[in-house]
């Protein structure tokens, strides 16, 4: 008896010099990602390995836990681009914006219209892994009042809707593009977590996909989603990560 073993690709056939990160943590000290600048420049060097060279690094904004602001955002922004155009790293191109917690800190921001976008006016918002916000809706309307495109970030992690689909055309009719977390396609969040992304692939509801890198443990899985078969079911989405590149 043998078993077939499902074709491996490498990751540089994933990303080419197009494809741009929408979702990572690399920004260093500010939030639960890279802790210092060796570490962002450790992670950029390994995802430059994999052919990701085009970066909107997202870190959190999240109440009192992760307080940070734009200003903070971008002067983080600029050590790191110093130190890759110092280190010869000529050839990455890293932006800022964040990942924002659907919270009363969020809806603050927005009054203000204090938002850093991935470009244009697209906005990565989170809500929590335990419940949704009482306010969701509303959130996502004020969202798109203030004229900004709401992009959440894996939907497929928010179990408390893996037992009503429904929840997720609900969401995509109240205007809410998805971010697939790549990871998401192995079992490092779960077998549900999983079946939840193969079905909202299947279903053509993703619109983007991200990394969401933290660490290098992340970076060491992300090499298990290098089949034909994955490559098979992401390509558009990946060729629609190419939009935000500048
Ligand atoms: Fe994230």
Known sequence: MFFLKEKSVPLTTFFNDSFVDIHSHLLPGIDDGAKNIEHTISLISKMKSYGIKNFITTPHVLGDVYPNT???INEKLEVVRDVLNKSGYNDININ?????????????????NDILTLKENF???????????????????????????PVLAHP?????????????????KSG?????????????????????AEKLIKENLYDFVGTDT???NHLRLLKKIGTKKNYKKIENLLKNNTKFLI
């Open 176 to 196: 809410c593009l998805f971010q697939l977390n790549l990871l998401s396609l192995t079992e490092q969040y779960g077998k549900g977590v999983k079946n939840t």
């Open 156 to 172: 497929e992690r928010y179990i408390f809707y893996h037992n009503d689909f429904q929840n997720y055309y609900k969401l995509k």
């Open 214 to 216: 933290h660490h290098e």
């Open 96 to 112: 800022a914006a964040a990942e924002y917690m659907m919270d009363e800190k969020f809806s603050e921001l927005l009054e203000k």
């Open 70 to 72: 734009s200003i903070i």
């Open 123 to 149: 906005v990565l918002v989170e809500m929590s892994y335990f419940n949704a916000p009482y306010n969701l809706y509303e959130v996502l309307f004020e969202i798109q009042l203030k004229g900004y495109k």
